[in-house]
């Protein structure tokens, strides 16, 4: 798939990424006000990248998002001495980002797509215009290695460990 020399452009037409892809570049505000771009990372490390909807939904998406969290961080040591770094991204403002982080002691940046460029071309928009909860891993190339599309919000955490170790 080829998305304008592997960036993000507005006018881009979204064509849902497969295995083996190049990893679409984009530039992305953390929740603690840096700016994140996956190329600086190429050669160097493997790049988890994590969507889901919103931060604060009411009733089940919400509860979801808090399970995946406690998933992701119980793993995020063994995830960063796997030699990759990890993101989680949404259409949450910075703000929102940086107040959620807070609450619940997450150790990894949160990623703010407002524009939902970033959402779109990776995990796709749902009918409410929110990221579809998917998870991208890139390796140190910036191929992408595996997707998860269907994710099983309790064990993600493992499920990214068992992913990166097949990486080579």
């Known amino acids: 798939m080829v998305l304008f020399q592997n960036s993000i452009k507005q006018d881009a037409k979204i064509i849902f990424m497969q295995e083996r892809d ?25 790049i988890v990248l994590c969507f889901y909807p919103k931060n604060h939904l009411f009733a089940c998406p919400s ?12 793993a995020y040591q063994e995830i960063t001495a796997m030699n990759t770094v990890l993101f989680a991204i949404s259409v949450d403002t910075v703000e ?9 002691k997450i150790p990894y940046l949160h990623l703010s797509d407002t524009k939902k460029k970033t959402c779109k071309a990776y995990a796709g928009l749902n009918m409410a ?16 290695a595996k997707i998860f599309r269907d994710i099983d919000v309790e064990y993600h955490g493992r499920e990214i460990i068992e992913a990166l170790k097949s990486l080579k």
């Open 22 to 46: 190049m990893a679409p570049d984009f530039d992305l505000q953390a929740n603690d006000g840096s700016v994140v771009k996956p190329s600086y990372y190429r050669g160097k490390k493997n």
């Open 63 to 74: 509860k979801k998002v808090f399970k995946m969290a406690q998933a992701i961080v119980s």
């Open 96 to 104: 929102d980002q940086k107040k959620f982080v807070e609450d619940y």
């Open 129 to 144: 215009g929110l990221a579809k909860r998917s998870t991208f891993i890139i390796d140190k190339e910036g191929k992408i």
